[in-house]
């Protein structure tokens, strides 16, 4: 498995014959992040998320392209324009198939924000290719009952913790962690999230590996 952090909460995971893009968002480099994506998944409908003129462009430029996520996230890309017949909407539970590359839908409803702003649905996404698995919660800390490889993991926005994160940080099982969900940060705050989250300080077993934009990780 192969993945590529495209900015923000995006990234591409290439591996199992298939290139799963999550989470293409207007903070993130979507246009490259879609290039040769064979299935699109989206947490939730927030813009930061996902970038609807970016996603439908690529599935009018590629009629095999489709796109999961809630009901929410196709009525966006309905909206705009995207074929119908290739927008699929998943629930918790279920088990989705792309090539060799195997995708457990989990989630619920997007973290609290506060209590006058009306929660969406949000959907995580654990990927397995071949042996490896990789999980993105979305805007959510939901984890997965066993042990990944790589958790991508929100660091910063409004609805979150950092000792949120650090305590999911030490509950994922997780080989690696990849931050994600990091726009709002700036040089200072990358550096802080770091050194909270780095396992000098907090123990563990996990490796801290942020990535550039467009940098990819061979899991």
Known sequence: MLLTFHGHACVALDGGGARLVIDPG???????????????????????????????????????????????????????????????EVTPGQELRF??????????????????????????????MGDRTAHHPGD???LPAGGIDVLCLPVS????????????????????VVPVHDALLSEVGHEL???????ARLGGEYAYRPLDVGESLEV
Do not use: K
């Not at 299935?39 to 009018?60: C, Q």
């Not at 000792?163 to 690696?176: H, I, L």
């Open 26 to 88: 207007t903070l993130a480099d979507s246009v490259s992040a879609l290039v040769g994506a064979t299935a699109i998944l989206v947490t939730h409908e927030h813009p930061d998320h996902l970038d609807v003129e970016s996603a439908v462009g690529a599935m009018r430029a590629d009629e095999l392209l489709t796109a999961h996520g809630t009901a929410g996230v196709l009525s966006m890309l309905a909206a705009a324009g995207a074929p119908p017949t290739r927008l699929h």
């Open 99 to 128: 090539g060799d590359a195997r995708v457990a839908v989990g989630g619920g409803d997007h973290a609290p924000i506060h209590p006058r702003v009306p929660q969406v649905e949000n959907r995580s996404f654990t990927v397995g």
């Open 140 to 142: 959510s800390f939901d």
């Open 157 to 176: 926005g409004p609805w979150l913790r950092l000792a949120e994160a650090m305590d999911a940080a030490q509950a994922a099982s997780a080989r690696t």
């Open 193 to 199: 999230v770091r050194r909270w989250l780095d396992t």
